[in-house]
């Protein structure tokens, strides 16, 4: 089974006790838009999805806030949990017992709505294309682009290949990371832009928080609007998203934090999901262009790997690995933040999986999710049944 999601280490940081007692009821159908079924009615196994649930309860997967499963277009399974959690910029909220109508913070998940919104100003006509330079879009900081960096495009920042150097492989507890330098930063975009280049623009994949922040500003250049607002009314409106944050920059108060600010109840991941899983198409609203939608979830560069036999990518903002079982092979795409927030399509099954957690500034040592992906969520789909045996 090869399948590198991400690694966190889920370590319990509270002593609070709660029952282990589930037994799997249906989702509330709520006013929200988002249709609900029983797991029973879609090919699931109860028993698997009911026994993972009571190891969350137990903490054996610790700190989990919420998981939601949906399938065929319909959230089938859907659960809540407490937890020690944080908020972004505001530090340490406590032992929060997460609802169904709280926020939580989507970190780097924000990356991808950010990537959702450049699909749609193309679509909309206000961006000509992800081949533009993005020199035409800050000519206020021309000292900075030599004639390497003005090779850098649009399509370099989604894929995060512009080449510029970057470091968020340092702690971000560290003043050294980069991008905690850029949140720090009275100019961001500065900070960004005097950046060295290290590699030729699209040909190295290195992670950075830098390649979101500018399409932010490109986007507010391009539409006369700041993402968050871009974003309300051509994203989350169309989805009937209404509760929601997106924080500014720490200093720069009108600048919207295009890479972590974005805080959404764990039911918006999920239609944000299903709007990907539906070739962008939401009801009888085609938000973003199907071939936006492919190329975003399919793997347009590949990322450094341990192994040369694992072929880990990256999209527009979105993250793709494959997942193989005896004979069954598929590719995995995902959308993720620190901590544990992640929104997984499984195309192959007609499956979106969402989860949110509480395990900030941890080291990447563990794969709970990876083993709960595997261990359980994988045996409960009746169709994998051949390959288990």
């Known amino acids: 089974m090869v ?96 609802t169904i109508d709280d926020l939580h913070d989507c970190r780097s998940v924000s990356k991808s709505f950010t990537s959702a919104c450049i699909g749609i100003a193309i679509k909309q006509g206000f961006i000509k294309s992800i081949d533009e330079p993005i020199f035409s879009y800050f000519k206020e900081y021309a000292k900075y682009f030599d004639a390497a960096k003005r090779k850098i495009t649009i399509r370099h920042l989604l894929t995060m290949t512009s080449g510029l150097k970057w470091d968020e492989n340092t702690s971000y507890l560290d003043p050294k990371n980069s991008e905690i330098q850029m949140d720090r930063s009275d100019d961001p975009v500065q900070f960004i832009l005097s950046c060295k280049l290290t590699s030729v623009p699209g040909t190295t994949w290195n992670y950075s928080g830098a390649s979101a922040t500018l399409l932010g500003e490109i986007l507010r250049k391009a539409t006369g609007e700041r993402l968050d607002q871009f974003a309300t009314k051509y994203l989350f409106a169309p989805l009937g998203i209404k509760k929601y944050t997106w924080e500014p920059m720490l200093k720069d108060k009108d600048m919207t934090a295009a890479a972590w600010g974005l805080r959404l109840r764990s039911r918006d991941l999920a239609k944000f999901g299903l709007l990907y899983m539906n070739d962008g198409k939401w009801g009888h609203t085609q938000v973003l262009d199907t071939n936006w939608v492919k190329q975003s979830l399919s793997a347009q560069v590949f990322r450094p790997s341990e192994s040369p036999k694992i072929a880990r990518g990256y999209g527009f903002q979105f993250w793709t690995d494959p997942f193989t079982l005896s004979g069954y092979k598929t590719d995995l795409p995902f959308a993720m933040g620190r901590g544990g927030q992640l929104i997984i399509f499984w195309r192959s099954m007609d499956i979106v999986l969402v989860f949110t957690s509480g395990n900030y500034n941890q080291n990447n040592t563990g794969s709970d999710i990876y083993t709960a992906f595997a261990h359980y969520i994988v045996p409960s789909v009746k169709e994998m049944q051949p390959y288990l045996k």
């Open 3 to 98: 399948f590198v999601l991400a690694s966190f280490t889920l370590l319990s940081c509270h002593s609070h006790y709660r029952s282990t007692a589930y037994s799997y009821v249906k989702p509330k159908q709520l006013s929200d838009g988002l249709p609900v079924d029983a797991m029973y009615n879609n090919g699931m196994d109860t028993g698997k999805i009911v026994a993972l649930t009571k190891l969350i309860l137990a903490d054996k997967y610790p700190n989990i806030h919420s998981m939601l499963i949906l399938r065929h277009g319909k959230l089938i399974y859907e659960n809540y949990f407490a937890g020690e959690d944080e908020i972004v910029g505001k530090g340490h909220a406590g032992y929060v017992d997460h």
